[in-house]
C-alpha cells in the first residue's frame, strides 16, 4: 500500500506563504492524477488543485492565482506554492492519489482519489 507523506504546514500571518510537499512511500508510484485537498472545522473536504498524468494543472476559484501546484517528477514529488495566504485558508491539506482515470468532472470529489496523506495544518492568522 502506497503512503502519502506531507509536510510544510505551519502558521503564517495574512498574506504570508507556505509551500507544502507531498512523496509518495514509493518512486515509482504513477497514479492518473494527484491533487491536493483541504478541510476546515465544520466544513467539508474541497478540492485545492490537481495535476493530471498528462500535466494539466488545475486550480479552484478561491485560490486560482495565489497557490501554484508543481510536481518534481525525479522526485516524484508534488508540491503546493501558497501566497497571499487569507484566514480563509486555515485547514487541514491533504495530497490525494488515483488510480481511476483521470475525469475533469471529478477532479474535486474526494472519493474519485484512493490514496491519502494524513494532512498537514495551515493556520493563517489576520
Known amino acids: 500500500q502506497v503512503h502519502l507523506v506531507e509536510s510544510g504546514g505551519g502558521s503564517v500571518q495574512a498574506r504570508g506563504s507556505l509551500r507544502l510537499a507531498c512523496i509518495p512511500s514509493?518512486?515509482?508510484?504513477?497514479?492518473?492524477?494527484f491533487a491536493w485537498f483541504r478541510q476546515a472545522p465544520g466544513k467539508e473536504r474541497e478540492g485545492v488543485a490537481v495535476i493530471s498524468r498528462g500535466g494539466s494543472i488545475m486550480y479552484a476559484n478561491s485560490v486560482k492565482g495565489r497557490f501554484i501546484l508543481s510536481k518534481d517528477s525525479a522526485k516524484n514529488a508534488l508540491y503546493l506554492q501558497m501566497n497571499s495566504l487569507e484566514p480563509e485558508d486555515t485547514a487541514m491539506y491533504y495530497c490525494?492519489?488515483?488510480?481511476?482515470?483521470?475525469?475533469?468532472?471529478?477532479?474535486?470529489?474526494?472519493?474519485?482519489?484512493?490514496?491519502w496523506g494524513l494532512g498537514t495544518q495551515v493556520t493563517v492568522s489576520s
Open positions: 490525494a492519489a488515483s488510480r481511476y482515470y483521470f475525469d475533469y468532472g471529478l477532479r474535486f470529489t474526494p472519493t474519485h482519489y484512493n490514496f
Open positions: 514509493e518512486s515509482t508510484f504513477s497514479p492518473f492524477s
